[in-house]
């Protein structure tokens, strides 16, 4: 009998069709085929992942070897009382959010938890989400987990992937759309909405009574010369309708840490998020009290990451642009870019260049751009790269890519 | 027209239905009311909370101290490789689960993402899952995120909570069941299955093709004179059928480190959980590193914790059942058991023990069980009673209770 049941698929337990159907990760898909060239001597250039080399502030590590605790205890479920003062004060100081008070916000696992949070206290079971296309390819997976359907609003490479005017929001809302998504500046195009932009989108919430959730998580890279930025929580007019996601893993370089918040006036979304942030009782502590001392960096340390990724993204640019058939924008914010290649499938380019091609035995990853699109059609020759390496790494990268495509287009 | 807008509530954006029909945990709601205790003085015994204060051991402590890193990185969204193998070898060596292997496991932040995971991977909306109840409140609310129908089984408090017979499965099993999770040994109650109850739950299974979710976060905790156990991993003919849900909090006394993990021979859901790992990026990294260190700790590490709880149950039992109209059993497991007492509703009275009471300066913080009950209407006069305190407090907290009974009941 063993042997029958063990052997006759048919008769097993079967997975749900939400998972079935859940994206594997275009930035993570692809590890196995870099973890076999990386076994076979190969360095892997990482343009994939919106890792970054910058180290993270000595505050962080200082704070954790002075923990003197015996029991690693849960904090509560909305984060310790004393970061939550000093991330509403970082808001308040850094970037004149003098409305953002600690009682707005909650302390979740990464920005993607508070943005998972967010979505199931707003959204039920088959209502929509706007969200400028391509985007950041987990919005669909946290949009699936809770039944959510992501309505996308294409967006143009030719014009930077700038915000469509409001008449192509105006198509796409019905009576199940609920919210509004941006990322601002944004992740996978690099696009760093204007003020005029994000008036434009004040008005659609307004008119329409929908939540506005910006996924601030790139705020500190912002490279126009006046480092502008406008934030959803400058508007007193749609303090109700917003709600701000932040992480600190890009602004300090601490991905590891998995500290995020939930921030929005609107209290009755907050009791809510607090609700399921109950559920999974607390967010790590020793991550917390790390990230408290981290508050304390010295604000040149934010000065001089911008000018890094300055020249990173200037060396970019210039380096793809100078590969025939390559194209990309000048981003004005974060650290990534979608870049056209002249290949038809980016998928099968992508685990090629590492499955089975090396330049000097070097090779670069990157993201596949399909996997940022709701259609799988979409994006067919374009990548997100991530512009996470010094310049000089990235140039060698730049020129693996060129030499790659060469070889590729040849065969 | 700012005004108007603001002030005018339903044209505001709306919450989800899940969202406002989400219970709020019966652990935490007091948790204001407990705040307000301690700022008047008043000493709060915490027997609402699994929050041990058994020193976690001094391998975290130690590994986070000698980090050696200058960047916080990701993880892998599975956790680190060493994590894995750490997990798997403790499994084989301590629990003699030679079966299970490091590629079989996947590591989450915390037995809450696990449980979590594991529900979307398996169960689509309106799905059902079939859970004993009393049953732990958040399986409710992770259930829930996912439009996911529990189905519970009622157990009784007069036989100390033990397995229904099959025919009280198959009552409720129909085509939308999916899976039976059982929490062994068992929060709120208590209790531990036995070797012939698991083998009913196998018959079950096999039978009707059900998942088996067992969450084993508290299989140190067990207090037969022989520790015996029966892992649902020790049956091959339901090793496609098999889930376990684990997590670090209650073995090491570091619940704040939230690491856990989800181990299945069955490839198809490992692939599925991990598609929703992606998403979230991965585990905290600092606190994955302490607890590589931590599988190092000392065998009699596990001896004299579960001696010292055998000592607080022996002493809250016994306390519990000395005062007058109150009844418990003597859990064979877990560090939670359930109390009837001589109240009709303590929903009100565990509120009114932290707003309007105090003997000596104390009281007492007890978590109302009609929160582990999927209908309000159950267990209005029982509360689940957390034995995390050393016998001295517990005695006191105990005194505190029934000093509360009087009053309260003479009012």
Redesign the interface.
Known sequence: ??GV??FCRD??????????L????P??KL?PYAERAKKNGIHVYHLN?G??????PHQ??DA??N?D?????????DGFEEIKKRYARFFQTRYGLTNLLPEDLLVT??G??AL?FTL??????D?EIIIPEPLYA?YI??SK???INVRPIPTQFENGFALPSIDEFEKVINEKT??ILICNPNNPTGYAYSDSELHRLKEI??KH???LISDEVYRDFIYADNNEYTSIFSF??I???AIIVDSLSKRF??????IGMVATK?K??LQ?VL??A??????????QL?AIAMFDVEENYFTKVNIEYRKRRDTLVEGMNAIEGVKCHVPGGAFYCIVQLPVKDTDAFCQWMLSDFNYENETVMMAPASGFYTSEEKGKNEVRVAYVLNCNDLKKAIKCLEEGLKVYNSL
Chains 1, 2 share one sequence.
């Open positions: 009998m063993y049941l063990y008769i097993m337990p079967t997975i749900s069709q939400k998972g079935r859940m994206p594997s990760s930035i993570r590890a992942i890792q970054p080399d910058i180290e993270t962080f590590w954790i070897k923990i605790r015996k029991v690693l205890e849960y904090s509560p479920s696992t990464g993607s938890e998972m199931f206290s707003i959204l039920d079971s209502d987990n997976g946290f987990s809770g039944n609920k919210a919430v307004l009574n929908l939540f007193p007019e303090e109700q309708n370089s601490a991905c590891g840490a998995r609107n009755e979304v809510t609700k399921f109950q559920q999974r009782l607390s967010p790590p502590t020793v991550e790390g």
